[in-house]
Structures are given as structure tokens and as C-alpha cells.
């Protein structure tokens, strides 16, 4: 069974950063792309970054491409999403997603084409 566990949201100034992890197992980890999606008050969930399952492609939204860095470590079954100089719209819920595809080629975009998902983690970012 699959398990996304994500981890290191919190409350932080605008301006501030944070870092949160997700910790994955029951999967391959090293052969599955990894995204990162959000989910605001009142409304839909967004794709916000994603990487490729040996970490060398990304993809980005426009709104976070030069403050948010997705990146993963294999070895650790972990990937990461540093999110920097936040802004009151990025509060969310930040959940982690995974494509059991292995070995796609490019990170996707869509939240169709991931197959499993955590919890989320809680962002509230105040002005």
C-alpha cells in the first residue's frame, strides 16, 4: 500500500519561507515522477511544481516559477518543495502526489495523471 506523508507546513510572515518534505513508501520511489499540487480556501486544487523520477526535469507554475524549488532524494524516498519569499495567495494545503508510471520520461502537469496523493500539509501565509 502507498503511503504519501507530508510534512513541514505552518504559519509564516509574507516574505518568510518554509520547506516541506513528503516521505513516500509502498512504491518505487526512484522510478516515479513527483508533483506538488495546492488547494486554497474555496478553491480548486492547482498544480504547483513537479520533477521527474532521477530529478533531472521540472515543471513549475507561473505563479511560484523563482521562489518555489521542487527536488527529491532518492535515497530517502523524499521529495521536497522549498517555498520562498510566500505571499498571503499561497495559502493552502500542500499535498504531494505521485504517477506510478515508471520511468515517464517528463513530469506531469495534470492532476489526472497522478495515481496517488497525500494528506496535505497546511500553509497559511498572513500579510
Known amino acids: 500500500q502507498v503511503h504519501l506523508v507530508e510534512s513541514g507546513g505552518g504559519s509564516v510572515q509574507a516574505g518568510g519561507s518554509l520547506k516541506l518534505s513528503c516521505a513516500a513508501s509502498g512504491l518505487v520511489f526512484s522510478r516515479c515522477a513527483m508533483g506538488w499540487f495546492r488547494q486554497a480556501p474555496g478553491k480548486e486544487r492547482e498544480f504547483v511544481a513537479a520533477?521527474?523520477?532521477?530529478?533531472?526535469?521540472?515543471n513549475y507554475a507561473d505563479s511560484v516559477k523563482g521562489r518555489f524549488t521542487i527536488s527529491r532524494d532518492n535515497a530517502k524516498n523524499t521529495v521536497y518543495l522549498q517555498i520562498s519569499n510566500l505571499k498571503p495567495e499561497d495559502t493552502a494545503v500542500y499535498s504531494c502526489a505521485a504517477d506510478r508510471t515508471e520511468w515517464a520520461p517528463r513530469p506531469q502537469v495534470r492532476e489526472s495523471e497522478y495515481d496517488y496523493w497525500g494528506k496535505g500539509t497546511q500553509v497559511t501565509v498572513s500579510s
Open positions: 520533477i521527474s523520477w532521477g530529478g533531472a526535469r521540472t
